[in-house]
């Protein structure tokens, strides 16, 4: 693997390092639960031993009597606080599900108590020594247990606005030449971020400042301040640095309310540090889903039908819904197609976005599938992407903005050796080792929504850049100080940003891979707010003034750091024309499409993402292709995927370092998520198993020495003003499907449920 | 709770010899528990003093003595053990994370708790081990890495270690020292199967210690074979220590042990038995791996690993009659 920064190709910015990366590796990168606080008390969770029943009683003298308990917090007498939606419905939580509030329990380790004290250590044991009664029903655990209910997802999720549908399916399928139809299933899935679920609550007076790892400070900001009935100017949430998110963090839990509530009532500090088990049940995850897919094609390899059905589990009160087929029905040309989506409620905790959340399992599914049809038509796997490629969309018959797709496929499959392949299954082996390659598409929405910004230049070149976003290890500090540089010609040291602060500009949710989108966007705009002063003060007329902010550069170092242009306007001399000292510009932008009260709905919070199939005369999607080998072993059947290979197109590439190592992550996550990662569920009682890192399994550093990324170069001028398609979650999708392919091909055997585990290779 | 160093394991005054307290070595188990709450020693008694003494690897000609405090990484790594008992080098280096290997001990090591998801979460009142006549949680509930050797119908729980599979396989002795001064015992007494009380594990009675282990004879010609779900980092799922003695293609001698499947450090007598006098092909290997799991008994969802350990077992057969020494 190589540790070189990857060269930039055409409308690629430079790779330079991570703004923060000393911080980082030196330890002094402060997190929400470094922050410093003025003798704080210390919270510890109780957490309910039964997923469905009620609390009859607690029994508190034990607990009470270890030194150093200021207090236990029980139903009984909890902070009341206000209901909050869930986020697909208007609200900020990711659960309705309140803990605290009766004696009613709906799910495996919901909060039904919080232990106060003068050391995290006394509040520990005082929470181990607290007894609960309980009286338990019988839970329904998930899709096959009794006493779940399922219903179709549109209706009773507001986001979930159609079953894609397009011809006549079912006239097509009859017909079809060759016919595959299948059923996949994926597992529940849990983000484990390194940073556990912490929070810190802190008074002055009626304000309060909370220290949390979030990926939506103005969305979390808004929600505890509806929670606890006061003014979300009075509440200000703090991060600079978040240690990963991947979806977790994007929607409140009920945790922050309940911690807030209860300082405010101590008038003291608390800072909570739930266990990693704790966060299992205190915060959302990904939910198992089943699949059936149905394709029908010409022996030309054509699709003439395509039908995604695919069913979600969730909580018993919420109707969170993944809903990949917005996806799947769109990646490939096909004139028939019928989908549908169905939620199963289970006494579970709420499920919500985990990286690439409707992608990664429909496209399992649908991947998965279009391999076992590369089979039954003798066909190369690529060539039949290939002959399915399209770009135009099949439902709703508009164009891609861009499509590279099948570029893609061709760089990595050369990268890969992919035409060294013998097709036959089980043909390679090497020593004890069975060797299969496997490949399969990768693709995720282009997703925008309305950003501000405020920046402020001095004289000198000093800038300051400040917006809400989130540095949840993407590189968001380094893109949006390069595109700062960029646009107003200073060094790139020049540049500060400030991110993580609900008191700075909003910015959305680092979700759906918006953020460099965005955030770059609206911080391009506002750099040119501050160019177009500066071109006023020294141009003799506004429309001049005008035009040439399009098309001049400025600069404050003119021989180096220059935009492009013959002659540079000089930042000092305008500077001087202006006779300021500082040129501070604040602006909200929002991209095409997005509704009117877009700009109203940032500042409360509630980021409306637009893009992705939702366009109004357009689609817009990031693409990739990814190539494995794997190895099964003949003997043991243990399977190991030493190579993965993907190549990617997704607009312009604002960091070549920081996007091949979103891409590599993902590479890797999606490995993960295909041989290793599955949350174990307990069927009698509804309770989560394996719930800590030592069997949740993730890979280790052996498990994945070779990943290689090849970033296309790809231009798109019709998504977003920074060209930017997102590439967070990108690279996670496709994997699963391309090691089950490979699978295959080392072995003959064709696993369709994940992950996929030695017990599940037949001899 | 109170934490005290411990200067000779003889004193009279020791303090382990109270039943509720424990012994601290690398502490990679002991302190995981007890955040978890699944050990509540009254006092914890830190046995690190005794390294100098106690930390020594004692490769002889006619076997070898590794002290009790010797760490993982240092064993392993040592060149006589890889040249002259590879199953104990490598049941040693592919276990845990480097990291885990430089604080833990060999003594700690084969102390090691199962990691039965069930005995690991007091949240569930279930567990005859944790709470003697509770029940077994595990029985009925996820058991993908639980045994299907040696287990009873109160508890079918995993010993997990890897190296006491090498020890049991090469004849170990385990030396203990306590109050009364220092006893040997052969390694295959030192743990209790499950039986009607899963909650007593090992022979060992309070205040005492392991000090040493030994081992007689070299057996250069050994393998331990460890298949798990990751490549590092992981418990075995199935694993086997085999030793053997080949002469003109005869194995005069052979040892079988089985790891990740049984709920003690497990011998495989009967397969052996079957090796001593014959000449080694697929066909043998096959008998033995059956006659290993001959008594295997899989639950709902660790069935698979009778099938598992019985490949395991041959190819690490085939593995040691092959292997160049
Ligand atoms: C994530 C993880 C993965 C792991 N993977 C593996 C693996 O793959 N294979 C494997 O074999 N192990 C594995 N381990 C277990 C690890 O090897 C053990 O935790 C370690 O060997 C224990 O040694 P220690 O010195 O730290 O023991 P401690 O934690 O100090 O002690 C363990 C127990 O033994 C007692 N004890 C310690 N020393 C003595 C002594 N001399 N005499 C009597 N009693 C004593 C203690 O009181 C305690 O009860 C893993 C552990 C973790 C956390
Ligand atoms: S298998 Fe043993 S350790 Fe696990 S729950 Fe049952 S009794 Fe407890």
Not at chain 1, 253 to 281: E, W, Y
Not at chain 1, 639 to 663: E, K
Not at chain 2, 170 to 186: F, H, N, Q, Y
């Amino acid at each position: 693997m190589t540790a070189a920064a990857p060269e930039p190709k055409a409308n690629m910015g430079q790779p330079v390092p991570r703004y923060d990366a000393a911080a980082k590796v030196t330890g002094r990168a402060t997190y929400a639960s470094d922050m410093p606080l003025d003798n704080p008390a210390y919270a510890f969770l109780v957490t309910s031993a039964i997923a469905k029943g009620r609390i009859d009683s607690f029994d508190l003298d034990d607990a009470r009597s270890v030194r150093g308990v200021i207090d236990i917090v029980t139903h009984e007498n909890a902070p009341k606080l206000k209901e909050s939606k869930l986020f697909s419905n208007g609200g900020y939580a990711g659960t309705t599900i309140q803990p605290l509030k009766s004696v009613d329990i709906a799910h495996d380790g919901q909060i039904i108590a919080v232990v106060i004290a003068e050391s995290y250590e006394a509040a520990r044991e005082a929470a181990n020594r607290v007894k609960v009664s309980y009286t338990a029903v019988a839970p329904s655990a998930s899709f096959d247990s009794p006493g779940t209910t399922a219903a179709a997802a549109k209706g009773q999720n507001a986001q979930f606005k159609e079953d894609a549908e397009v011809g006549d399916f079912a006239r097509a399928f009859d017909a079809a030449e060759v016919k595959l139809t299948a059923s996949y299933d994926t597992p529940a899935q849990h983000h484990n971020p390194m940073e556990l679920f912490t929070t810190s609550c802190a008074w002055m007076g009626d304000n309060l400042v909370i220290y949390e790892g979030s990926q939506y400070v103005y969305g979390l900001k808004n929600g505890v301040a509806e929670q606890l009935g006061i003014d979300a100017d009075k509440v200000r949430v703090v991060n600079p640095y978040v240690g990963g998110g991947f979806g977790s963090r994007g929607s409140m839990t009920p945790r922050t309310a309940i911690i807030a509530g209860i300082a405010k009532r101590l008038n003291r500090p608390i800072k909570l540090v739930p266990t990693r088990d704790q966060g299992f049940t205190i915060a959302t995850y990904r939910a198992e889903t089943r699949h059936e897919i149905r394709l029908g094609a010409g022996r030309d390899g054509r699709l003439v039908a395509l039908r995604h059905d695919g069913a979600e589990v969730s909580s018993r009160p919420d109707a969170y819904c993944v809903g990949g087929t917005k996806t799947t029905t769109r990646l490939y040309a096909c004139p028939n197609v019928a989908s549908l989506v169905s939620i199963v409620r289970a006494d579970r905790n709420t499920p919500g976005f985990m990286r690439s959340p409707p992608e990664v399992p429909y496209l399992f599914a649908l991947e998965s599938a279009m391999d076992e049809l590369a089979v039954k038509l003798n066909m190369d796997p690529v060539e039949l992407r290939r002959i399915n490629d399209t770009n135009v969309e099949p439902i709703g018959g508009k164009p891609y903005t861009s499509r590279s797709l099948m570029a893609c496929f061709d760089e990595a499959a050369k990268a890969f050796g992919w035409s060294q392949r013998s097709p036959q299954p089980k043909s390679v082996s090497d020593g004890d080792w069975l060797i299969g390659y496997g490949c399969a598409a990768t693709c995720y929405p282009t997703q925008m929504a309305p950003s501000a910004a405020r920046v402020r230049l001095q004289r000198d070149g000093r800038t300051r850049v400040e917006i809400a976003g989130h540095e949840i290890g993407t590189g968001a500090y380094t893109v949006i100080a390069q595109t700062a540089a960029e646009r107003l010609g200073v060094p790139l040291e020049k540049v500060a940003v400030f991110v993580g602060d609900s008191d700075l500009p909003p910015a959305p949710v680092a979700g759906g891979s918006n953020s460099t989108a965005s955030t770059c966007s609206a911080v391009m705009m506002v750099c040119d707010q501050i160019r177009q002063r500066l071109f006023k003060a020294v141009m003799p007329s506004d429309s001049l003034a005008d035009k040439a902010k399009e098309t001049v550069g400025i600069s404050q170092a003119p021989s180096t750091q220059a935009a492009k242009s013959d002659r540079p306007l000089d930042i000092e001399k305008a500077f001087d024309a202006l006779g300021v000292g500082i040129v501070e510009e604040y602006g909200e932008w929002k991209p095409e499409g997005a509704p009117l009260d877009s700009f109203m709905a940032m500042h409360s919070g509630h980021a409306r993402l637009v893009g992705g199939h939702q366009m109004k005369d357009k689609i817009a999607y990031a693409f990739g292709a990814e190539f494995v080998e794997v190895r099964v072993n003949r003997f043991t059947h243990e399977i190991r995927a030493p190579r993965l290979v993907g190549a990617f197109a997704a607009g312009r590439i604002m960091n070549p370092r920081t996007a091949r190592s979103q891409l590599m992550g993902g590479l890797i996550w999606g490995m993960s998520s295909a041989l290793l990662e599955a949350t174990e569920i307990d069927q009698r009682n509804a309770r989560y198993v394996n719930d800590n890192l030592a069997d949740y399994l993730v890979p280790v550093n052996a498990d994945v020495p070779g990943v290689e990324v090849i970033l296309l170069s790809e231009q798109d001028d019709h998504i977003n003003p920074a060209g930017v398609k997102g590439l967070g979650e990108l690279a996670n999708v496709g994997t699963n499907a391309a090691i089950c392919n490979a699978i295959y091909h080392a072995t003959g055997q064709r696993i369709r449920k994940l992950p996929v585990r030695l017990e599940n290779i037949e001899a | 709770m109170a934490v005290q160093a411990l200067s000779t394991a003889a004193a009279a005054n020791n303090p382990l010899t109270k039943a509720t307290a424990q012994p601290l070595a690398g502490g990679t188990t002991l302190i995981d528990l007890m955040k978890l709450d699944v050990m509540r020693p009254a006092a914890i008694v830190d046995i690190n003093s005794l390294a100098r003494g106690w930390s020594a690897i004692e490769p002889a000609s006619d076997g070898l003595r590794l002290g009790a405090l010797a760490k993982m990484s240092n064993v392993a790594a040592h060149a006589d053990i890889q040249r002259n008992y590879p199953v104990i080098a490598d049941s040693l280096r592919l276990a845990a994370s480097a990291q885990l290997r430089n604080m833990a001990t060999l003594g700690g090591n084969v102390m090691q708790r199962t990691r039965c998801s069930y005995f690991r979460d007091i949240s569930y009142e279930n567990c005859n081990k944790r709470n003697p006549g509770s029940g077994c949680a595990a029985m009925d509930g996820v058991n993908r890495m639980h045994a299907v050797l040696g287990t009873s119908d109160q508890c079918i729980a995993t010993y997990p270690g890897d190296f006491a599979q090498a020890l049991i396989a090469l004849d170990a002795a385990v030396e203990i020292t306590g109050k009364a001064g220092t006893r040997s015992m052969p390694f295959a007494q030192l743990h209790k199967a499950p039986g009607s009380t899963p909650d007593i594990e090992t022979a060992l009675q309070p205040g005492e210690l392991i000090s040493a282990f030994s081992v007689p004879g070299r057996w250069p010609r050994s393998v331990y074979l460890k298949a798990r779900d990751r490549q590092s980092y992981e418990f075995a799922l199935s694993s086997a220590a085999v030793a053997l003695d080949v002469q003109d293609g005869t194995i005069r001698d052979a040892r079988v042990a089985l790891g990740g499947v049984a709920t003690v450090p497990w011998r495989a007598r009967e397969a052996e038995a079957l090796l001593k006098g014959q000449k080694f092909d697929d066909g043998l290997a096959q008998r033995v791996a059956d006659a290993a799991f001959a008594d295997a008994k899989g639950r709902q969802h660790n069935s698979f690993k009778i099938a598992l350990g019985k490949r395991v077992v041959a190819h690490a057969l085939q593995q040691a009659v092959t292997m160049e020494i």
